[in-house]
């Protein structure tokens, strides 16, 4: 079993920057065997791929609508962020971190259906 919890969302200007965490925790978990991603869903709308890293951390990938302004990492603490630069009202959403482990070692994972564990989200407002 995996835990993740999110922080550092709240309210910034548009303009603004932002970085989310992620803490990844289990009774029995090896960080290093999970790729991570990050997904967003504002109200109304379904839930979307955001930022993807894989097991090994090579290897990112992005939603066309956040390329070039936000950027996702991950460090050997079990935690995985996300920095937002640069950051426009339609960024409006909750954000959710997500795991999964049935990946290779250097693949990214771009859907929903393919994330195992799930965070509770935390809620970023951007405010024009």
């Known amino acids: 079993q995996v835990q993740l919890e999110e922080s550092g969302g709240g309210l910034v200007q548009a303009g603004g920057s932002r970085r989310l965490s992620c803490a990844a925790s289990g009774r029995i978990f090896t960080f290093s065997n999970y790729a991570m991603g990050w997904f967003r869903q504002a109200p109304g709308k379904e839930r979307e791929f955001v930022a993807g890293i894989s097991r090994s951390g090579g290897s990112r990938d992005y939603a066309d609508s956040v390329k070039g302004r936000f950027t996702i990492s991950r460090d050997n603490a079990k935690t995985v962020y996300l920095q937002m630069n640069n950051l426009k009202p339609e960024d409006t959403a909750v954000y959710h971190c997500?795991?999964?482990?049935?990946?290779?070692?250097?693949?990214?994972?771009?859907?929903?259906?393919?994330?195992?564990?799930w965070g509770q989200g935390t809620q970023v407002t951007v405010s024009s």
């Open positions: 997500a795991a999964t482990a049935v990946v290779a070692y250097a693949t990214v994972a771009v859907t929903s259906k393919e994330y195992n564990y």
